[in-house]
């Protein structure tokens, strides 16, 4: 009976990691984090040192109410930028990629792919009515067929925003799950989940410090039952 149970429990989590993780998802769960945009006003040099902040690879510019007008990728830097000797201190309008292709939030992850791969972009925008609500890169494409314990932890360990922390958690989550389709024993599947969860845990501790610059004491963090234990489950 209880090996009964467990070939049950597995298959039901394989049918839910598969249905999750494929190309049939919608664009509107994917996106990451609240894309990052300026103005076709705004100097070369602030959306670079914004791009370098926010860790991203590419900026959405917008007028108006979010209504996404061109893009600009770290890999434009060498053409338009670097070889030209552009200056920096020129509008984004004059080496961003206007005109950029956007797809609806209820298109599907295989719609991106398929825009990319025909054009080579590595960035599709989402865009409801006219109004920017996401960007899909091809990392977030690849993510979808393999959530892995080190991706995730580098994310975690990068997380400079609370959208990408939630959305670590969330992948801490989607990665129980595929352990538990792939049948992977119980001690192990709850040591790395505590181990992810504790990870998250201090990168929070750490940006809340830096923010409130109010850390000049000692203090310790005690962490006790399931997480205490090292043996979370999915439901912690």
């Not at 006219?130 to 979808?144: A, C, M, N, R, Y």
Request: glycine residues 6%; proline residues 4%.
């Amino acid at each position: 009976l209880l090996e009964r149970s467990q070939r049950g429990v597995q298959a039901r989590y394989a049918a839910s990691s598969s249905e999750q993780q494929s190309l049939r998802s919608p664009l509107s769960s994917l996106a990451r984090r609240k894309p990052i945009t300026c103005t076709p006003d705004t100097p070369l040099r602030v959306a670079l040192e914004t791009i370098q902040e926010g860790r991203i690879s590419a900026i959405v510019v917008v007028e108006g109410e979010d209504r996404p007008v061109g893009v600009f990728s770290v890999r434009d830097l060498i053409s338009r930028v670097i070889l030209p000797g552009t200056s920096l201190d020129v509008p984004m309008r004059e080496v961003m990629t206007p005109n950029p292709v956007s797809l609806p939030s209820n298109a599907h992850a295989f719609e991106a792919a398929m825009l990319m791969a025909r054009h080579g972009f590595r960035h599709v925008l989402v865009a409801d009515d006219g109004h920017l609500t996401g960007v899909i890169s091809e990392k977030d494409l690849f993510s979808l067929q393999r959530v892995g314990v080190t991706q995730i932890s580098a994310t975690i360990r990068g997380a400079m925003d609370l959208d990408t922390r939630v959305k670590a958690a969330e992948d801490i989550r989607q990665l129980g799950h595929n352990m538990m389709a792939q049948g992977v024993a119980a001690e192990q599947l709850t040591q790395i989940l505590s181990t992810l969860n504790d990870l998250l845990t201090q990168r929070v501790i750490e940006l809340e410090c830096s923010a409130t610059k109010d850390c000049r004491y000692g203090f310790c963090w005690l962490a006790f039952g399931s997480e205490g234990r090292m043996e979370q489950t999915l439901a912690s």
